[in-house]
């Protein structure tokens, strides 16, 4: 295919942007074009009522996929059944639906169920270049393999179920660069929660974040998605990492019908997803990953965030803008400023999330996990982010690994995440969270949220409370 | 659709930041398969206490406040989830606008397709503004947003708003009706596109019939 080789200097979301523009609206907003919209079961029934009120059919099924995501059951048994009368409707009628305008579906028992942001990439669905959007906020993940991603509301998900566009108001291009090797024991985790401590939750807020230099150019796939899955909670609206061999290679391993002569041609194609040499961006960050320690949160907002091996701040010695959340945060999490976080107890250990329910996160924490218990008094579960990965954990022995430490291992959702279904904390529980957000009352009411890594969770859950997970390696090993 | 868009009426203040959109409407009430019943969820946890009464610490509990139509809120208001069901029940419980420094980025454009105003002002004028809201004289706040002022007491200040929202709220408009009188023009941008990346086109179904007609 003629590979268009004229010289530009745009940026690589600029370049997204214009490949799906089909008209510009006005100075601000364009007709974009979506490759893969996803549906949840909760945030699309409204759309589809709108959608049949008016007649209107959905423009191109084939580019769009659901997954019963949020509400369904954890629990062991063969068969899931959602109890709760009202989420059972709502996966009934997504299945009506889909069924009814020819939509592809995960089912609430497929076997590859799962976390929507999970389940989608793990089959070749997520392809560099391409727009996706989904009613759901993490749909930035999906840059980790050089695809626009972003969460949109329910309206919009009936715009792009009757057309296949989006009234889309573009956003300015921000530049986070991060040099150097990420310390053993840290992951993309601590990394992207440095970053959101750094530049606060809505330091990125009308951007696009385009991740780049020799710390991401390391990463994993898995860890790239981890990193772009929470850039939205620094307030992004998309974030990018431009397709590299490791991303590539990730992608035609997945995409079974990428092949022969289309494989030279998307091969050709996704050469050019990156930002021009000369391209300029509205702004710009620049991180060393050489001395981050892992990073666990204290308060109730993503950025409320500190090092293993920092202390609480007194809300005294903020500057007067964070200052009253900080207060309204330390109230709700019952945490004493200039106190360490290290050695902070625990009841709850969550390994979960569209953040870190994969593969490689289930196997970092088994590592931690192997050959201890989960300390007393301690709840801790596993929730694997798929089918796929469930069934991959259980080829490695990682399951057995969890339950013979106390964890216990159940079905793949989102679960304990935002607690949708009956995966529900109690009011004052402390959990130690391998999720997105420390919100109030986000795991239960009055349930207190520490973010941390798949590490740390399994660190705290084997010790009943906030610890170091790179010291308890070494203890291991000797 | 109504078009009147000068809004006068109540502000209360609620001085929290961060209030994400799982505090504006909690999961429990993202059950439904319509839009009903969200007045109710608005604020849950911050309005009722454990058992279910009315917390009256709560500003918007206060008897003087059943007229509320106006939110003073902080900054970063309605960050978090995508849920439009924030939206939703806002503007069942009566609210008709939100003042604030800066708003979740999803959140803005939910609210402002349903005819929710947010009005972004800088953080002194609101607190000015929260001031005189919690004062036993409290006067009706008036939006105007033709010419995108706030009157409140004394204090006036201009808020931005793009051409584009400020057409939706003073004409109303069915954005999908407009989109699809552009249906030819999309029709052939997909042609075009799909004939340049074939990989990406009917992606799902692709993917999901070959999982499905693989062996397990």
Redesign the interface.
Known sequence: ?PHDTTPSNKTLYQKLVD??T??R?????V?L?C??HLMNE??S??AF?GLHE?N?KV???????SVVSH?IPTDPSAIRIIH?A??A??AS?LARNCAMH?????DTND??QGIEHVVAPE???I?P??VVIC???HTTTYGALGALGF??????V??VL????L?Y?TAKDMRIRVDGTLPTGTTSKDLILMIIGQIG??GA??YVVEFCGTAIEQLSVEARFTLCNMAVEA?A?GALIAPDETSIRYVLEK????VGQ?RE??LA?WKDLRSDADATFDAEHVFDAANIEPHVTWG??PDQVLPISGKIPSPESLSS??R??AE?ALRYTALQPGAALAGTPIEHVFIGSCTNARIEDLRAAASIVEGRQVAKGVRAMVVPGSGAVKIQAELEGLDKVFLNAGFEWRKPGCSMC???NDDVLM?GIRCASTTN?N????QG??AITHLMSPAMAAAAAVTGMITDARKMEQTHAN | MPTDRTITGQATALRIDNLDTDQIMPKQFLRGIDKSGLAQGLLYDLRFDKSGTLRPECALNHPDRAGTNVLLGGSNFGCGSSREHAVWGLLQYGIQAVVAPSFGEIFYSNAMGNRLLLVQLDPQTIEAMMDLADGAEAPPMQIDVASRKVTYGPIQAEFPISQRHQTMFLQGVDVIGLTLNHQEEIHAFAESHWAKQPWVRDVAKRMKEHLDSSPR
């Open positions: 295919m490949s799906h089909v008209r609206l006005d100075e601000d907003n007709l074009f490759d893969l909760y945030t029934p409204q009522a008016e209107r423009a191109v099924p084939g580019q769009n996929v509400i709760d009202a989420s409707l709502q009628n020819g939509i592809p579906l995960f076997a590859m089959h070749g669905m392809r270049g391409m009613g759901d906020s969460g949109i509301g329910t309206s919009e009936e715009h009757a057309t296949q566009t009234v108001r939750a809505q807020r009308g307030g609206r995409c079974p019908d990428i289309t041609s998307a194609a109730t907002s803008e964070i009253r959340s309204q935002l607690a949708m009011d957000r919100f109030e009352g986000r009411r009055g």
